[in-house]
């Protein structure tokens, strides 16, 4: 299953007989809003709600989506939707715990934006050495140098390394070990905290989705 979290840093643990960087992950609350089957849609999925906010963050189509039947009013308003395709549904207001998901040992796979670094030249984007940095060279120690051709092709190929947006980028990381998976206390907030072996991509409390490795399916494969 597709969890969503909210990376919450980094620390070090120790494990086994040796100590080990870890990547704490947070989810204070995870609860099924909608369903879509096969007889309406044309598919089966869950539509999830983590965490929490103010009802002010969603436009009125979605605002349904958080009004309890009974009452009318609006309950648990959750930070973020998503869906995940899925045939094993639960029943709509079901909660998910991450930490009863996820045993230690297991392996998982995450995925998350990386950092952005803006927009960045060829040496930080591409680790281009850069030009000479000797007499005769005229302030462009940092450029890319020479990007075309003579007359034939007489143009730019597709796909030249050059300066450009570097960074916030789709990436997964694949077989992280869990080594942390616990009911905790956080600022007054109960949640669900998982540790796992190694880095995040993503800054601290961006959010990233685990989910169980496809390399590594078994425990303590």
């Known amino acids: 299953m597709n ?3 909210k990376k919450i840093g980094m620390s070090q643990m120790k494990y086994g007989t040796s100590v080990i960087g870890v990547t704490f992950l947070w989810c204070d609350m995870l609860k099924v809003l909608s369903l879509k089957t096969h007889e309406r849609d044309g598919y089966s999925s869950m539509v999830l709600g983590f965490g929490k906010s103010k009802i002010q963050r969603w436009n009125k189509p ?3 989506l958080f009004r ?3 009452t009318g009013e609006f309950d648990e308003v ?4 998503y869906e995940y395709r899925t ?3 639960k029943d709509v207001g079901d909660k998910i715990v991450p930490s009863n998901m996820f045993e230690i040992g297991q392996y998982v796979d995450i995925s998350g934006n990386t950092i952005g670094r803006g927009f960045a030249g060829v040496m930080k984007r591409h680790n281009f050495s850069g030009l000479p940095a000797t007499h005769g060279v005229s302030k462009a120690h940092r450029s890319a ?3 075309g051709q003579r007359t034939y092709a007489g143009r730019v190929f597709k796909g030249k390394k050059m300066p450009g947006r570097y960074g916030n980028e789709r990436v ?3 077989s992280l070990k869990v080594v942390f998976a616990e009911e905790m206390t956080l600022g007054g907030i109960s949640g669900s905290v998982i540790g796992v072996h190694g880095a995040v991509p993503g800054a601290n409390k961006s ?4 989910k169980q490795a496809v390399k590594k399916a078994v425990k303590g494969a």
Do not use: N, P, W
């Open 3 to 5: 969890i969503c979290m």
């Open 62 to 64: 979605q605002r349904y």
């Open 68 to 70: 309890d039947k009974e």
């Open 78 to 81: 959750a930070h973020k939707i």
């Open 87 to 89: 045939e094993d549904l």
């Open 145 to 147: 140098g020479s990007t």
């Open 172 to 174: 997964t990381v694949q």
């Open 207 to 210: 959010l990233c989705f685990v």
